[in-house]
């Protein structure tokens, strides 16, 4: 779905008429939120978003995931897979799988690490487990309670923050906030803006962290007349990146977040971008949707992506609450080697 712009403003009218339906359905997963849920046998550490889509949850698993293998921990992504028709427990094969199997993003997270798709996150924790995991990094999953989270990070867009700060659908919270804040061990805050700011200051730390777009890539923009589309939670967030840059973007197309591209939708991106000699550009999410459909191999194929990571700004903090997760995961009985700690 695409996010409606009231959500991102101050409460009106429009927020006014949904706030019932908002109050039942925070009332619910407020309630959720408070149950313990199941413990694996290995670390857990999710990595959620206050809000609906478009916060950089994606980006923070994967460098999570970096930083635990470069200390030498087998890491597998959990996720639910939203959009595919696998239910799982299942392990992601990008050679066979395309985005209406498993999702667009456990296709990215591959990239990186094993991925491990799951609609119940028990099961799927205990697969990951048996398929060699000493490590679990859920994308996503915060609200969810079945699985009991050793660490848990919520991730904040400092731009846009908790929007209104209603819930769902009279605005963009999962839960209400201060449920959610609660039971996160401290919040990513994702560039600058107070809004994000307003919602960090509330948790019991703060992680700053920024997203770079790859300079190669980048470079290999310059020069060129772009048409832009994307399908993510906010996709001017991906068109500001461009044109932050210094990319020519002088056409954008955005849809919904998780939209499954038709394709009378790439032949019109096609015969646009043709029209008016302009180079394509997508984000990485959007073109690994593209995988294993005919359909869309040739938008695919003359599309460019451009590939982001997240750096975080004070890694050591982020060391330190990787260590908690292992350090109450091995008190628990659960599995966690502890000479693999990161040392200060």
């Known amino acids: 779905m695409r996010a409606p712009d009231f959500w991102w403003r101050a409460a009106g009218l429009q927020s006014a ?95 990186t690490a094993p991925v491990i798709v799951s609609a119940d996150r028990v099961a799927g924790a205990a697969f990951a487990a048996k398929s060699g995991a000493s490590a679990i990094v859920m994308d996503d999953g915060f609200q969810n309670p079945s699985l009991r989270k050793d660490v848990s990070l919520l991730v904040v867009d400092a731009g846009s ?55 190669e890539a980048l470079r290999s923009l310059k020069g060129k007349t772009l048409l832009a589309y994307a399908a993510i939670g906010r996709p001017e967030k991906f068109f500001a990146t461009l044109q932050a840059a210094g990319c020519d973007v002088v056409a954008r197309q955005a849809f919904p977040d998780h939209h499954a591209f038709s394709a009378g939708e790439a032949q019109a991106l096609l015969a646009a971008a043709r029209e008016r000699h302009l180079t394509l550009v997508t984000t990485e999410k959007d073109r690994a949707r593209m995988r294993k459909n005919p359909a869309l191999a040739a938008l695919a194929e003359e599309s460019r992506a451009l590939p982001i990571s997240l750096r975080f700004e004070d890694e050591e903090s982020l060391k330190i609450l990787l260590n908690k997760a292992f350090s109450q995961s091995r008190h628990s009985g659960a599995s966690a080697n502890p000479e693999r700690q990161f040392k200060p």
């Open 161 to 215: 923050g908790a929007g209104n700060g209603l819930v769902f659908p009279a605005g963009p919270l999962r839960a209400p906030l201060e449920a959610q804040i609660a039971r996160a061990d401290a919040a990513v805050l994702i560039g600058e803006g107070g809004a994000g700011e307003a919602v960090a200051r509330r948790a019991r730390e703060v992680l700053h962290a920024r997203i770079e777009p790859d300079a």
């Open 17 to 111: 008429l949904l706030s019932p339906f908002g109050a039942i359905y925070g009332a619910v997963a407020g309630a959720r939120l408070k149950r313990e849920g199941t413990r694996a046998s290995v670390p857990v550490i999710c990595v959620g978003d206050p809000t609906v889509g478009g916060a950089g949850k994606t980006p923070a698993s994967i460098a999570i995931a970096k930083l635990l293998q470069a200390r030498g921990e087998k890491v597998f992504f959990l996720t639910r897979g939203y959009g595919g028709s696998e239910k799982g427990p299942a392990a992601v094969d990008p050679g066979r799988h395309g985005a209406s199997d498993v999702g667009d993003e456990p296709l990215l997270l591959a990239d």
